[in-house]
């Protein structure tokens, strides 16, 4: 398994100087550049093109690609464009925590509420509560997130004044964990709400089959309860296709949180990410792609760990 | 409980919740109080909350363009003038100034009595140090251009400044001299390249202003806090907040929750402000804003070139009905590259009204007939172009549309429309790759020409449309060193009503800015330029 | 010996769409202790519903036991409710299935598969459980018993598994072991192991076993009598060497002359022609009627009844009928 583990460490360089010649690539052929948007009209020419010239925007792409991948060896990410003077990775790390904390605990409350449901389905297959919590599945894939966020904003925050109205804490006030975690139920539950509705289908499949095999009779023929039987025996086989999906998931969780940092006033990396594109931030934008990249890498990488751990078939 | 159970819980508090919205007519505690703006004494106390939709990108005004950030920066930093909500220029940390005969040579009298954030003095090596970065070869920043005039900034003494121009330059008090002073103690010592990389413009700016810098926490918020010794009088608001909030729907969610004191209001969200304000719980004012929009022509295009083209198109778009539907009527017809409220405002240009009939004899007379499938050709040339708008901005997609639908129907023309993404946008223009653009201008709070209308801004400048009117170049250049503002003025008019007449631009319409606050803020001053004019006058009214 | 397992009229049906199929028809079936029965026939007779019936392990939704006393030792245990029945499952009745490959957890390793079953019906600790457990795998023959509680299913053969399958079987020592069709997915040579080691072990432990299957050599190596289905339903009951010599049914001599013989020469396979009747189109009068060559007017319009012929032997046929007759007239 450590063989194998640092094989995938070491296959991840080549994937990632991959994906950052085709990022680099992109971006730069976009039409536009970082001064595109200084809106005052008395902006001289020469005084964009002093700017130009110093960030080494002029320079053939390929040109500038080097110089980025040199810094990037010597662990340095870079200066924002646009804020001038702050480092590109004090930008992504002022924020990082909070995508990282509105991931873990959204795909947790995921987890939390459609792995029960589907395994409850499974074993009620067809019944009235079944085809219920398929139509609320189902309504909760097909909302968009932002309907959701803005619905919940409306009426839970503003309305009743139940929840806070975006931020990650109260202003002005210490410290506290019930205040952050005030802050982010909200955002992270709508988050969740379309991978949990696809959870909750993909577990109740998984556990409709795994229930159909020779095993779980073998288990019932001891002697079992009902119980044991689904959560022992049955939810240890089911759970390893839904692993599989996790690392599947990141991705979208780094995107489709763009839209609930919107909604919820979340200071992530999602917003971070679309504003430097429409800035032309280059170096900003190349370290968010870089960032991303090794999150989902890395989020693969340990999907297929737990598979391996969950399931002793698989050997690596 | 039991997962199953769990979830009908959430199931039942949802309908529940649908239930109880049902009902409520929508009415909430407003815990405002008689929201007039002159009750009582000015008190000390409070934390006002502000929220935008952006965040800053530095602290200092030689390096930024946003106006998100000259409104953070106007908190911490002092001009040596200030324009008033008048367009009067008013002293700031000059006390008093004059101008010399030839208009080449300006004194400042500085006051003594101000210190930095940090404690230091504030004296003139400071005015010197800064209004000499942008005329060293080495500053590197988009601020430039309005200091192209100045040859040397010279100390007289600790509290006099002379500034040697090259020529005279009538919008010095506008536009040079608004731009903050900077600490030549603390900056005064790198090489001019770093002045705008170093840590000072991100983490720790210090400046002379009402407010001093606390906390900047990205993508969160900007916190600035009172400055005990500030020369004008301690702030009576202990504390200012700026709440980065990048969604327009939350930024108003948050203010009707009480949890913002002030914001701008976009077209769109006037009607929720004045629910809020008929419930008691916001003030809303407005005034006219230091902008205006409009549609840049192309004029190397075939048939917009010509000035009869270009007649008939206004003639043949509807503005006062664009207003009316897009803007819901908050605005004003323009038909001259400024602003009603500035001094040098023409009264009397030449107008075209919209008369559809009118703008079909024009074309027809300039030779453009009506073609077999129903759009406009001349000497084989169709009367078809496309109008271009960046995405994002919905009021000029509608106008956009409004005009295509006009031109077509009335004019015979045939009209593409295309939306952009900002950057791109902006791209295509500056590559002169457009027919027409939506777009528009933030003026200067001084009324000169803008370069945009200057010929020698066509090559990289600019005047993105290839406008060139020798008479508007001489009377740009002559009003740009007329010391005489009543002279100047006369001079800028007759250059708007030639602008006017040659519609290098359609002009549409300036808007009314409209801001919402707290009726509990006192002292509340709408300029239209700074949205937080003299804040450390402003005060909360105790309950 | 006394009785130790009665079936009495054993009605299983499933309800599929309104429609009634009655899988288990009308069984009746005796175990004594320590004996070894065989339950034969075709696919499709019934024969492993009836088991399940007896473990109330039938597939739902849609089957049921609608009829019917399962007698195990003086309780009924169709009686009993889910959580008795719980009880009884693994420690008075085991049960092991056709297909070893599939019949265990892969992601729990072979200990804790054993383990398991003795906790859950013994109050015994984890290490005796633990130590039980690798006794119980000595016996089926593991000599690497040890090494064997750590491994996961996936590394054993098919014949290795269905020795794990055994063990578990009889770990709490049950009075009954139902095993369906314990050989048919495995190679004749560990075919003949598995027997074996399943003759050895039912001496040892006094165990009785409800053998099914439909492989007739498997039959005359283990069991002492032999109960043929069809149809749903019981046909003939007859110790093993009466029926093997001297079958009464049509069916069981079918069956009989099915099986290829290994000396002489062979001509022809010789096959019962026609096919198994699917349990919702059972025709009217006796099942077998339509693929029986000595079938006669009678067999088409009534339906036989189980009679005995002997103290031993009994049989579902008209053939018979007069027979028996003649046998009361006798007495």
Same mark, same amino acid.
């Given at each position: 398994?450590?063989t194998?583990i640092?094989?995938?460490?070491?296959l991840?360089?080549?994937?990632?100087?991959g994906?950052s010649?085709?990022?680099?690539g992109?971006?730069?052929?976009?039409?536009?550049?970082?001064?595109?948007?200084?809106?005052d009209p008395?902006?001289?020419?020469?005084d964009?093109?002093?700017?130009?010239e110093?960030?080494?925007?002029?320079?053939?792409?390929p040109?500038q690609?080097v110089k980025?991948m040199g810094?990037?060896?010597?662990?340095?990410?870079?200066?924002?464009l646009i804020n001038?003077?702050?480092?590109v990775?004090e930008?992504?790390?002022?924020?990082?925590p909070?995508t990282?904390l509105?991931m873990?605990v959204?795909?947790i409350?995921?987890?939390?509420?459609?792995?029960?449901?589907g395994v409850?389905?499974?074993?009620k297959p067809?019944?009235?509560k079944?085809?219920?919590f398929?139509?609320?599945s189902?309504?909760g894939?097909?909302t968009?997130?932002?309907?959701i966020?803005?619905?919940a904003v409306?009426?839970?925050?503003v309305q009743?004044?139940?929840f806070?109205?975006?931020?990650?804490a109260?202003?002005?006030?210490p410290f506290s964990?019930?205040?952050r975690?005030h802050?982010?139920i909200?955002p992270?539950v709508v988050?969740?709400?379309?991978?949990?509705a696809s959870?909750t289908r993909?577990?109740?499949?998984?556990m409709l089959?795994?229930?159909?095999?020779d095993?779980?009779r073998?288990?019932?023929?001891?002697?079992?309860k009902?119980g044991k039987?689904?959560?022992?025996?049955?939810?240890?086989?089911g759970l390893?296709?839904?692993?599989?999906?996790?690392?599947l998931?990141?991705?979208n969780?780094i995107g489709?949180s763009v839209?609930?940092e919107?909604?919820?006033n979340?200071?992530?990396?999602?917003?971070?990410?679309?504003?430097?594109?429409?800035?032309?931030d280059y170096?900003?934008?190349?370290?968010?792609?870089?960032v991303s990249?090794?999150?989902v890498v890395?989020g693969?990488l340990?999907a297929?760990i737990?598979?391996?751990?969950?399931?002793p078939?698989?050997?690596? | 409980?039991?997962?199953?159970k769990?979830?009908?819980?959430?199931?039942?508090?949802f309908?529940?919740t649908?239930?109880?919205?049902?009902c409520?007519?929508?009415?909430?505690?407003?815990?405002?109080?008689?929201?007039?703006?002159?009750d009582?004494?000015?008190?000390e106390?409070g934390?006002?909350i502000v929220?935008g939709?952006?965040?800053?990108?530095?602290?200092?005004?030689?390096?930024s363009?946003?106006?998100?950030?000259?409104?953070?920066?106007?908190?911490?930093?002092?001009g040596?003038v200030?324009?008033?909500e008048?367009?009067?220029?008013?002293p700031?940390?000059?006390?008093?100034?004059e101008q010399s005969?030839?208009?080449?040579?300006?004194t400042?009298?500085l006051?003594d009595?101000?210190t930095?954030h940090d404690?230091?003095?504030?004296?003139?090596?400071?005015v010197?140090f800064?209004?000499s970065l942008p005329?060293?070869?080495?500053?590197?920043g988009?601020?430039?251009?309005s200091f192209?005039?100045?040859?040397?900034?010279?100390?007289i003494d600790?509290?006099?400044v002379?500034?040697?121009?090259?020529?005279?330059?009538p919008?010095?008090l506008?536009?040079?001299m608004?731009y903050?002073v900077?600490?030549?103690?603390?900056?005064g010592?790198?090489p001019?390249e770093?002045?705008g990389t170093?840590?000072f413009?991100?983490?720790?700016?210090?400046g002379?202003?009402?407010?001093?810098?606390?906390?900047?926490?990205?993508?969160?918020?900007?916190?600035?806090?009172?400055?005990?010794?500030?020369?004008?009088?301690r702030?009576?608001?202990?504390?200012?907040?700026?709440?980065?909030?990048p969604?327009?729907?939350?930024l108003?969610?948050?203010?009707?929750?009480g949890?913002?004191?002030?914001?701008?209001?976009?077209?769109e969200?006037?009607?929720?402000g004045?629910g809020?304000?008929?419930?008691?719980?916001a003030?809303?004012?407005s005034?006219?804003?230091?902008?205006?929009?409009?549609m840049?022509?192309?004029?190397?295009?075939p048939?917009?070139?010509e000035k009869e083209?270009?007649?008939?198109?206004?003639h043949?778009?509807?503005?006062n009905?664009v207003?009316?539907?897009?803007?819901d009527g908050?605005?004003?017809?323009l038909?001259?590259p400024?602003?009603?409220?500035?001094?040098?405002y023409n009264?009397?240009?030449?107008?075209?009204?919209?008369?559809p009939e009118?703008a079909?004899?024009?074309?027809?007379?300039?030779?453009?007939?009506v073609?077999a499938d129903?759009?406009?050709?001349?000497n084989?040339?169709?009367?078809?172009?496309?109008?271009i708008?960046?995405?994002?901005?919905?009021v000029?997609?509608k106008?956009?549309l409004?005009a295509?639908?006009?031109?077509?129907?009335?004019l015979g023309a045939e009209?593409?429309?295309e939306?952009?993404?900002?950057?791109?946008?902006?791209?295509?223009v500056?590559?002169?790759?457009?027919d027409?653009a939506?777009?528009?201008?933030?003026i200067?709070l001084?009324p000169g020409?803008s370069?945009?209308?200057?010929t020698e801004?066509?090559e990289?400048?600019?005047n993105?449309?290839?406008?060139?009117?020798?008479e508007?170049?001489?009377l740009?250049?002559?009003s740009?060193l007329?010391?005489?503002?009543?002279?100047?003025?006369?001079?800028?008019?007759e250059?708007?009503?030639?602008?006017?007449?040659?519609?290098?631009?359609?002009f549409l319409?300036n808007?009314?800015?409209?801001?919402?606050y707290?009726p509990?803020l006192?002292?509340h001053?709408?300029h239209?330029?700074?949205?937080?004019?003299?804040?450390?006058?402003?005060?909360?009214?105790q309950d | 010996?006394?009785?130790?397992?009665?079936?009495?009229?054993?009605k299983t049906?499933?309800?599929k769409?309104?429609?009634?199929i009655p899988?288990v028809?009308g069984?009746?079936?005796?175990?004594?202790?320590?004996?070894?029965?065989a339950?034969v026939?075709e696919?499709?007779?019934?024969?492993?519903l009836t088991s399940?019936?007896?473990?109330?392990l039938?597939?739902k939704?849609?089957g049921?036991?609608?009829e019917?006393?399962?007698?195990?030792?003086?309780?009924?245990?169709?009686k009993?409710?889910?959580?008795?029945?719980c009880k009884?499952?693994?420690r008075?009745v085991?049960m092991?299935? +056709?297909?070893p490959m599939t019949s /265990?957890n892969p992601? *729990? #390793?072979?200990?804790e598969q054993?383990i398991?079953v003795i906790i859950n $019906?013994?109050?015994v600790?984890?290490?005796?459980?633990?130590?039980?457990?690798?006794?119980?795998?000595?016996?089926v023959?593991f000599?690497?018993?040890?090494?064997?509680?750590k491994?996961?299913p996936?590394?054993?053969?098919g014949g290795?598994?269905?020795r794990?399958?055994?063990?578990?079987?009889?770990?709490c020592?049950?009075k009954?072991?139902?095993?369906d069709e314990?050989?048919t997915?495995l190679?004749v040579t560990? +075919?003949a192991?598995?027997?074996? /080691?399943m003759k050895? *072990? #039912?001496?040892?432990?006094?165990?009785s076993?409800?053998?099914i299957? $439909?492989?007739l050599g498997?039959v005359?190596e283990l069991a002492e009598?032999?109960?043929v289905?069809?149809?749903?339903?019981?046909?003939e009951?007859?110790p093993?060497?009466?029926?093997?010599n001297?079958p009464?049914h049509?069916?069981?001599d079918?069956?009989?002359?099915?099986?290829p013989?290994l000396?002489?020469?062979?001509?022809e396979l010789h096959t019962?022609k026609g096919?198994?009747?699917s349990?919702?189109?059972?025709?009217?009068?006796?099942?077998f009627?339509?693929?029986?060559?000595?079938?006669?007017d009678?067999?088409?319009n009534?339906h036989?009844d189980?009679?005995?012929?002997?103290?031993?032997?009994?049989?579902?046929?008209?053939l018979?009928?007069?027979?028996?007759?003649?046998e009361e007239?006798?007495?």
């Open positions: 398994m450590i194998y640092i094989r995938r460490c070491l991840t360089i080549p994937v990632l100087v994906i010649m085709v990022s680099f992109i971006v730069q052929l976009a039409p536009g550049e970082p001064t595109a948007l200084f809106i008395e902006i001289s020419a020469e964009r093109e002093a700017y130009l110093h960030y080494g925007l002029n320079d053939p792409i040109v690609y980025w810094q990037i060896l010597q662990g340095n990410l870079g200066y924002s001038q003077g702050m480092t990775q930008m992504i790390l002022a924020r990082l909070n990282l509105l873990i959204s795909a409350i995921a987890f939390a509420i459609a792995i029960p449901i409850y389905s499974a074993t067809y019944t009235l079944d085809y219920t398929t139509t609320f189902f309504l894939v097909a968009p997130n932002f309907w966020g803005l619905l409306t009426f839970l925050s009743f004044g139940w806070p109205t975006g931020g990650v109260t202003l002005n006030e964990i019930f205040d975690l802050h982010l909200l992270a988050l969740g709400t379309s991978d949990m959870l993909y577990s109740r499949t998984s089959d795994v229930l159909d095999q095993y779980i073998t288990a019932r023929a001891k002697g079992f009902q039987v689904v959560y022992k025996h049955g939810l240890r086989n390893i296709p839904v692993i599989t999906m996790t690392g998931m990141l991705p969780f489709g839209i609930i919107k909604v919820f979340w200071p992530g990396i999602g917003l971070l990410f679309i504003d430097a594109t429409f800035q032309r170096p900003l934008i190349m370290g968010l792609v870089m990249a090794l999150l890395v693969n340990l297929d737990l598979y391996a751990i969950f399931d078939r698989i050997e690596y | 409980m039991k997962k199953g769990k979830f009908w819980l959430n199931v039942f508090i309908i529940l649908l239930f109880l919205v049902a409520n007519d929508g009415s909430f505690d407003s815990t405002a109080s008689d929201a007039s703006a002159t009582g004494e000015p008190a106390g934390d006002l929220g939709l952006s965040g800053p990108t530095v602290f200092n005004s030689l390096y363009t946003s106006s998100t950030d000259s409104t953070i920066q106007d908190f911490m930093f002092n040596l200030e324009m008033d008048n367009v009067e220029p008013q700031d940390l000059a006390e008093n100034w005969e030839d208009g080449l040579a300006w400042f009298n006051r009595d101000v930095w404690g230091e003095s504030f004296t003139a090596d400071d010197v800064t209004y005329i060293d070869e080495d500053y590197i988009p601020r430039g251009s192209e005039k100045f040859e040397e900034v010279v100390k600790d509290y006099t002379e500034i040697h121009l090259s020529d005279p330059a919008d010095m506008a536009d040079a608004g903050h900077l600490p030549e103690h603390i900056l010592d790198l001019v770093e002045v170093h840590e413009n991100t983490k720790e700016p210090i002379t202003g009402p407010y001093k810098f606390d906390e900047w926490k990205q993508g969160q918020y900007v916190r600035v806090v009172a400055n005990e010794d500030y020369f004008e009088g702030p009576y608001i202990d504390s200012i907040t700026y709440k980065i909030v969604d327009k729907n939350s108003l969610a948050q203010f009707t929750a949890d913002l004191d002030h914001l701008s209001l976009t077209t969200d006037i009607p929720s004045e809020l304000v008929e419930d008691g719980a003030i809303m004012e005034i006219e804003s230091a902008s205006y929009s409009f840049l022509y192309n004029l190397e295009h048939a917009l070139k083209v270009r007649h008939a198109l206004a043949g778009l509807d503005r009905t207003i009316d539907t897009v803007l908050n605005g004003n017809v038909d001259i400024a602003v009603p409220f500035m001094p040098a009264e009397d240009p030449p107008v075209f009204e919209y008369d009118k079909k004899e024009i074309l027809d007379e300039a030779g453009w007939e073609g129903g759009v406009r050709e001349k084989g040339e169709r009367l078809s172009f496309s109008i708008s960046n995405q994002g901005n919905s000029r997609e106008i956009m409004i295509k639908q006009q031109w077509e129907e009335e009209v593409s429309t939306i952009i993404e900002s950057s791109a946008f902006s791209d295509q500056h590559r002169h790759e457009f027409i939506m777009r528009g201008w933030s200067s001084d020409i370069s945009a209308f200057a801004q066509i990289n400048g600019t993105y449309g290839f406008y060139s009117n020798p508007v170049d001489r740009r250049e002559e740009d007329e010391p005489d503002p009543e002279k100047r003025y006369e001079l800028i008019e250059a708007q009503a030639i602008i006017a007449e040659d519609q290098p631009y359609l319409y808007s009314d800015a409209y801001t919402l707290n509990k006192q002292g001053i709408m239209p330029k700074a949205e937080f004019y003299r804040v450390h006058e402003w005060w909360f009214a | 010996m006394s009785d130790l397992l009665t079936i009495e009229n054993l049906y499933f309800f769409k309104k429609k009634v899988a028809d069984v009746d079936l005796k175990i004594k202790k320590g004996e070894t029965i339950l026939g696919s499709g007779c019934g024969k492993s399940l019936s007896i473990m109330r039938v597939p939704p849609g049921e036991i609608v019917g006393k399962v007698n195990l030792d003086g309780v009924d245990l169709t009993l409710t889910e959580n008795e029945m009884v499952r693994g008075d085991s092991i299935f +056709q297909e /265990l992601v *729990l #390793t072979i200990g054993l398991e $019906h013994q109050k600790s984890r290490p005796k459980a633990r130590e039980k457990s690798i006794e119980l795998l000595k016996i023959g000599s690497r018993a040890e090494e064997i509680m491994d996961f996936h590394r054993l053969s290795m598994r269905q794990v399958m055994i063990a578990i079987a009889l770990s020592n049950p009954l072991l139902i095993a314990p050989t997915a190679d560990i +075919q192991q598995i027997l074996e /080691l050895g *072990l #039912t001496k040892e432990f006094d165990t076993i409800l053998l299957t $439909h492989d498997v005359s009598r032999v109960v289905m069809y149809g749903g339903q019981v046909v009951e007859a093993i060497d009466s029926i093997l001297n009464y049509p069916y069981t079918g069956l009989i002359q099915s099986v013989s000396t002489g020469e062979i001509k019962i096919n198994v009747p349990p919702d189109q059972f025709p009217k009068g006796c099942r009627a339509p693929r029986c060559h000595k079938a006669f009678r067999c088409f009534e036989p189980l009679k005995a012929i002997s103290d031993s032997c009994s049989v579902r046929c008209f018979y009928e007069d027979k028996q007759e003649e007239y006798n007495v």
